[in-house]
């Protein structure tokens, strides 16, 4: 199965909010390069189709979180199924239509520059991160407080946010704190430098 497959049929098993239809349409259109853009410029997922490949990354990292013994027994967090595929699956939307194909300078093994293809960063709708997430989302499906904020501060404390909030949030509502950490363990350890 593809990972565009994967997405769709985890989409149309969970989300089944009003809205929920019309966002896919979205994500498959053409005014919509989420199934092939990258999830950055130069770090993690930076190749065609990585956004998705992240997003459904983040899915099964956050499955897993929830999974733990700890998490469910001592913390007693519970999410229902379909808050976690909308977190985790739609959590970095503020990409779609961000990154175009570019071209760096790098030097070879041997010294020598060379030109290889990259993609540059250009934002059409400046919005944030998290929020415009939250806002695009929002556009189509209504979502629950802690979707919300789970999505607004799934950067944790490695965004541009008051530390303050980021704490405030991760107290108030422990999904964000969940998908924080999927979304690290996901970035760092099965994409980054640490996976190769």
Known sequence: MSDRER???????????????????YLES????????????????????GLLRHSLNVYDCLLNYLERERVRDTYKL????????????????CKVN??????????????????????????????????????????YMKLTREEAFAIRYHMGFSGTEDPRNVGNAFEM????????????????FLEGDAAK
């Not at 950055?40 to 930076?46: M, V």
């Open 7 to 25: 997405f769709i049929k985890i989409y149309k098993q969970f989300i089944k909010r009003d809205g929920a239809d019309k966002l896919l349409d």
């Open 30 to 49: 053409r005014a919509s390069d989420f199934f092939t853009a990258p999830a950055s410029a130069r770090y993690h997922s930076a190749y065609e189709g």
């Open 78 to 93: 519970t999410v229902d199924p379909e808050s976690i595929a909308i977190v985790a699956l739609l959590h970095d939307l």
């Open 98 to 139: 961000c990154y175009k194909p570019g071209t760096r300078n790098v030097k070879d093994e041997n010294g020598k520059w060379q030109t290889v293809p990259t993609y540059e960063f250009d934002d059409k709708m400046p919005y944030g991160h998290g929020e415009k997430s939250v806002y695009i989302i929002s556009g």
């Open 173 to 188: 509502f422990p999904l964000a704190f969940a998908l924080s950490t999927a979304d690290m363990e996901a970035t760092y």
